[in-house]
């Protein structure tokens, strides 16, 4: 089907365009709100700035299409593959991509505030400076991701896997990351104030200059993790009514001095004015903080 055909029947009133072969056709700026194009064929087509508001995608094949600066408001796009589409500063708002394929898409700056991603294919996508405030990603795949300075506060990220994405300076605020696996992930700097941790892998994760004020970390695994000048102010490090601390820091170390600490909860570091301080003099006779 042409870019013609396709105009010219919506232009009529026609909105069905199931399963249509689109392959390669340009359709950038096209107005194609609330058409349905499911399980239709738009590899390699064009739709920079389209608007396909409302639209029916899901499962359509969008690999490698065009979609930069499109506005796909509350489109539905379950089950699609967007793998390595161009979807740069998009409008997904409220958007439907539970289960969708964007494994290496290009989401820099694109708005997906309350949209459904849950257990969708992200790995080694760019998501950096998107917006993804009140969205749900749970059991989503985030492996090796780019989510620098996104906005992911109240972001629903529970049981979604995260290792070795990148999270530097993200605002995480009041973000769900419940039983996440964040193995690796680097977390410097971010925003993590009223957070929900409990329960995630933060195994070898860098949370440099992370604040995690009134954080919940109960059941949370630190094992090798860089908290160093992180804020643990009102963090929450145990069970409700558990007295013991279920936060692992096995070998949580100073990349300055670079000290091991012993694996006892907490011990070896210290909370001090809500700060987390892990370098200490090490020298002869000396033992203050650093």
């Not at 925003?191 to 995630?200: I, K, P």
Request: charged share 15%; net charge negative; hydrophobic share 45%.
């Amino acid at each position: 089907m042409t870019r013609e055909e396709l105009l010219s029947r919506y232009a009529a009133g026609e909105r069905d365009f199931r399963n249509a072969d689109l392959q390669k056709v340009d359709l950038s700026g096209a107005n194609l709100t609330r058409a349905n194009l499911s399980g239709a064929n738009l590899v390699f087509a064009n739709l920079a700035e389209a608007t396909l508001a409302r639209a029916n995608l899901s499962v359509a094949n969008l690999a490698e299409a065009n979609l930069s600066e499109a506005n796909l408001f509350g489109a539905d796009l379950f089950r699609a593959n967007l793998a390595f589409a161009n979807l740069f500063g998009a409008n997904l708002a409220e958007a439907i991509l539970a289960e969708a394929n964007l494994a290496l898409a290009n989401l820099a700056e694109a708005n997906l505030s309350e949209a459904s991603l849950t257990d969708a294919e992200l790995i080694w996508a760019n998501l950096s400076g998107a917006n993804l405030s009140n969205a749900n990603l749970r059991w989503s795949h985030l492996n090796g991701t780019t989510l620098d300075k996104a906005c992911l506060a109240g972001v629903d990220l529970s049981g979604a896997y995260l290792s070795m994405a990148s999270l530097l300076g993200a605002d995480l605020y009041g973000a769900k990351l419940s039983g996440a696996t964040l193995y690796k992930a680097d977390l410097s700097y971010a925003d993590m104030v009223l957070s929900d941790l409990s329960g995630a892998n933060l195994t070898k994760a860098n949370l440099t200059g992370a604040t995690l004020a009134w954080a919940n970390l109960a059941g949370v695994n630190l094992d090798g993790a860089n908290l160093d000048g992180a804020n643990l102010k009102g963090t929450i490090l145990s069970e409700g009514c558990a007295p013991e601390v279920k936060v692992y820091l096995q070998t949580l170390s100073s990349p300055v001095w670079g000290q091991p600490r012993p694996p006892d909860a907490l011990s070896g570091s210290r909370v001090v004015n809500g700060w987390l301080r892990t370098g200490y003099a090490t020298g002869e006779g000396s033992g203050g903080e650093r």
